[in-house]
């Protein structure tokens, strides 16, 4: 359906949009971004779920311009926490600036504080002097053949770090290059925890009773719990599992540095262009 691929496009061009600049992220926001892409989500997921006067071919397109919803909203979601995170970083900076004066600050710069600084955290792992990503960085590019679990159904897919490496990404293995893959923008991801979760499991069957894959090959990605929600866990963005436990704890360990890059050294994240 020429529509739904054009529909489908469109979203892909406003998920680029909010990723990109808060500044763009605030004008899709105002002009009501967020609501529109909702109600073709709702168009969309009824489509797919079968409609009277739909076909096969177009219950697919229908469902890829579901799936470039939720990734685009998503990328809504992480911005709007990002956003929320910069201007309490800047309440807290101005605090701390305040409470130890010129000498323990940078003021020249006026947006760092000195190394020498007996207040530093005593625990935070300095900025490394090579690619913090050295010893990761061609795997997470080329990616692993794994399956992502939905409901306790899994799905043979391909999971790669795009090249702006600034996201993950999961795509159909059987699917073509041009179709849309879900985007897991690395700002939304909260921690990677090894084992199984609900994801891996069927509705009403007992935890862990019907997923053939060993524990130890598996691993979830964690949303971000919202502000206020207490000690319970965030939501669950993917349930994956890999081949081996050897692969698995690979890719654990990858995952849990290219988070700490993000977080820490952000301006590190793209590095140098790994070889093949």
């Given at each position: 359906m020429q529509d739904a691929s054009l529909m489908r496009k469109a979203?892909?061009?406003?998920?680029?949009?909010?990723?990109?600049?808060e500044e763009f992220a605030d004008i899709v926001f105002d002009k009501g971004g967020r609501k529109l892409v909702q109600a073709v989500q709702a168009l969309h997921r009824k489509l797919s779920g079968g409609a009277a006067n739909a076909d096969d071919d177009d219950e697919d397109d229908s469902k890829e311009v579901v799936d470039a919803c939720v990734s685009c909203l998503l990328s809504m979601d992480a911005m709007a926490k990002q956003k929320e995170q910069a201007q309490a970083s800047k309440t807290g900076r101005a605090a701390l600036f305040a409470r130890l004066g010129g000498d323990a600050v940078d003021l020249g710069g006026g947006r760092n504080l000195k190394e020498a600084s007996a207040n530093a955290d005593p625990n935070a792992d300095p900025e490394p002097e090579e690619d913090p990503l050295k010893e990761h960085r061609a795997m997470l590019a080329k990616g692993a053949h794994l399956k992502g679990w939905t409901k306790g159904v899994p799905m043979e897919q391909h999971f790669y770090v795009p090249?702006?490496?600034?996201?993950?990404?999961?795509?159909?293995?059987?699917?073509?290059?041009?179709?849309?893959?879900?985007?897991?923008?690395?700002?939304?991801?909260?921690?990677?925890?090894?084992?199984?979760?609900?994801?891996?499991?069927?509705?009403?069957?007992?935890?862990?009773?019907?997923?053939?894959?060993?524990?130890?090959?598996?691993?979830?990605?964690?949303?971000?719990p919202k502000?206020?929600?207490?000690?319970?866990?965030?939501?669950?963005?993917?349930?994956?599992s890999f081949e081996t436990t050897e692969e698995c704890e690979l890719w654990t360990a990858a995952l849990d540095r290219l988070l700490q890059t993000s977080r820490n050294w952000p301006h590190r994240l793209k590095g140098a262009t790994a070889d093949a």
């Open positions: 979203i892909g061009m406003m998920d680029n949009v909010v990723s990109a600049d090249q702006e490496f600034n996201s993950l990404m999961l795509r159909d293995a059987s699917a073509a290059k041009t179709k849309p893959g879900l985007r897991i923008p690395l700002r939304s991801i909260d921690k990677v925890v090894p084992g199984k979760g609900e994801g891996h499991v069927k509705k009403g069957v007992v935890f862990g009773g019907n997923t053939k894959d060993k524990a130890e090959q598996c691993l979830v990605l964690l949303d971000k502000a206020g929600a207490g000690p319970s866990k965030g939501k669950e963005l993917a349930c994956l």
